[in-house]
């Protein structure tokens, strides 16, 4: 079985001597994460376009269908794959698509299965199966679609026997999937598009150093590390505001960069291009930092440092971003607050804020630097309000409280339309007076980092419900971007509508 398994370029002579000989070749690519019955019929229809059938898989770097996958490795999945009498050779391909066996291999044929014909396209998900036509078309190939009748679902069948969910999140799913489908959420967050957005808040440069110790000093009473690595991470506003671009092509960012060191290069790099920046300059400060200290091994997390400017900004610069503000604010049907509590969002800005905006998204948070100061009732009001248990406690004062009862209070004082409380492991409570109080699952158990999680939920709910979403499939949505965000460390990277797609497809199949 193991001589059918060869590395591309190897498998590539292979097939060039078999054309030589007159052989016909056909094609198949996929995750084939769990092979079925279905998998097996499809092989058998790929095997009568001609004489050799090479089947090439997506590594498992590539394959994004949310937490847990794929299920089974790549090289299990290609042993698997060998073991079937239909299939002569089996590939584990370094990339997303079958663009480039297409082009090594050159084959007669590239079979895809029914259900691939009937998928619509979307403007702002990358279609790969046009990339995979295209490169079918230059090698003189042709693509076909089986006409199997009967689908099978890998994902079905990992959701309804194999995934570890805990009971009660298997009934949400379930009954989650009778009132919506993943087809009709898509076209959803692809209607989004066009929402003129506005961002605010504070920009951070997120820094993770990774470290090994070595022992005790010698001369002194600690531990001594040794440096590994490093990454660095465009955190704070500037990942929310890339999370929003999965939804929306129409982004202004209003941000405060340091002026002594800005990190402006390293910025404007890692946002993405469709965002339209405003920076502004503190005097005498660099840009904020949080500096993360690694064990390069297991990634747990040693101890942190800041580096900021503690206090708000000086007035002449709160006057310049105030009128900026005045000046732009009206032109945006959603603004988005994302207030880190790190200097920028004065008083005197917070009411500007609350008085112009059309409709305001509020997330105020608590950290080592603000801790207990940083409460979401400086604001007096908002539309939508998303922040976790620890930072409601502090805002309603209440350490033991009923979190439905905090949640109610602070929604009545400020006003809003929609308030979300985050909880971690225990998914999220919502509450509005149309429906009351709705509770939604945390969406995975596996964790990489969950630093950016609640941006990340923040972001992506903040345009469904200014668009009017039901309350639950709002939460839904954002909960599905917490759970993507877990995945990656830090800000490393951000929501992208075509992982959401796929995930949510694959929850709800």
């Not at 279905?38 to 229809?45: D, P, T």
């Not at 060998?82 to 391909?93: F, K, L």
């Amino acid at each position: 079985m193991k001589k059918k398994i060869l590395k591309l370029k190897k498998l590539a002579n292979i097939i060039d001597e078999l054309k030589k000989q007159g052989k016909k070749i056909v094609l198949c690519h996929g995750v084939f994460d769990l092979v079925h019955a279905g998998h097996i019929r499809h092989f058998k229809s790929a095997k009568n376009y001609g004489d050799i059938l090479v089947v090439t898989i997506t590594a498992d770097k590539y394959i994004k269908k949310g937490p847990g996958r794929p299920f089974f490795k790549e090289t299990l999945r290609a042993e698997v794959l060998s073991s079937i009498e239909y299939i002569d050779y089996v590939a584990i391909i370094d990339g997303d698509s079958a663009v480039v066996p297409i082009e090594k291999i050159k084959p007669d044929f590239y079979i895809k299965g029914p259900d691939y014909k009937k998928r619509k396209i979307y403007a702002k998900i990358p279609q790969k199966l046009n990339q995979e036509k295209e490169a079918i078309d230059k090698v003189g190939g042709k693509i076909v679609f089986t006409d199997d009748e009967i689908v099978f679902s890998s994902s079905s069948i990992i959701n309804n026997y194999l995934e570890d969910y805990p009971p009660e999140t298997r009934a949400y799913l379930e009954a989650f999937k009778k009132k919506y489908s993943a087809e009709s959420i898509i076209e959803e967050l692809n209607s989004l598009s066009k929402i003129k957005i506005l961002i605010i808040g504070d920009a951070i440069i997120d820094q993770y150093h990774y470290t090994l110790p070595m022992g005790r000093s010698s001369k002194e009473p600690i531990m001594v590390h040794r440096f590994v690595r490093d990454e660095c991470f465009a955190g704070g506003v500037l990942a929310s505001a890339n999370h929003l671009t999965a939804l929306s092509d129409n982004i202004t960012l209003i941000t405060i960069l340091g002026k002594k060191k800005s990190f402006k290069n390293f910025i404007v790099k890692h946002l993405k291009t469709s965002i339209k920046p405003i920076f502004f300059y503190q005097k005498g400060a660099n840009t904020v930092i949080k500096r993360r200290y690694l064990d390069s091994f297991t990634r747990q997390k040693q101890f942190q440092l800041t580096f900021l400017k503690d206090g708000f900004i000086d007035k002449n610069l709160e006057r310049e971003i105030i009128d900026i503000i005045r000046k732009e604010i009206g032109k945006y049907e959603l603004v988005v607050v994302n207030d880190f509590g790190h200097g920028l969002l004065s008083d005197k800005i917070i009411r500007i804020i609350c008085a112009k905006a059309k409709y305001l998204a509020l997330n105020v948070q608590a950290n080592s630097a603000n801790y207990g100061f940083n409460v979401v009732t400086r604001y007096p009001k908002a539309d939508f309000v998303c922040i976790d248990e620890q930072e409601i406690r502090l805002a309603t004062h209440d350490k033991y409280g009923d979190i439905k009862s905090l949640a109610l209070r602070i929604y009545r004082k400020m006003k809003c339309k929609d308030i979300i409380v985050t909880r971690g492991a225990s998914g999220s409570l919502g509450y509005s007076e149309k429906v009351g109080y709705y509770e939604t699952p945390a969406l995975t158990g596996r964790i990489i980092d969950r630093v950016g999680a609640g941006d990340a939920l923040f972001a992506i709910t903040s345009p469904c419900l200014f668009a009017g979403w039901e309350k639950e499939l709002a939460a839904f949505i954002g909960n599905v971007a917490g759970a993507l965000q877990v995945q990656v460390v830090g800000n490393k990277k951000p929501i992208e509508l075509s992982e959401m797609t796929k995930f949510i497809t694959r929850l709800l199949k």
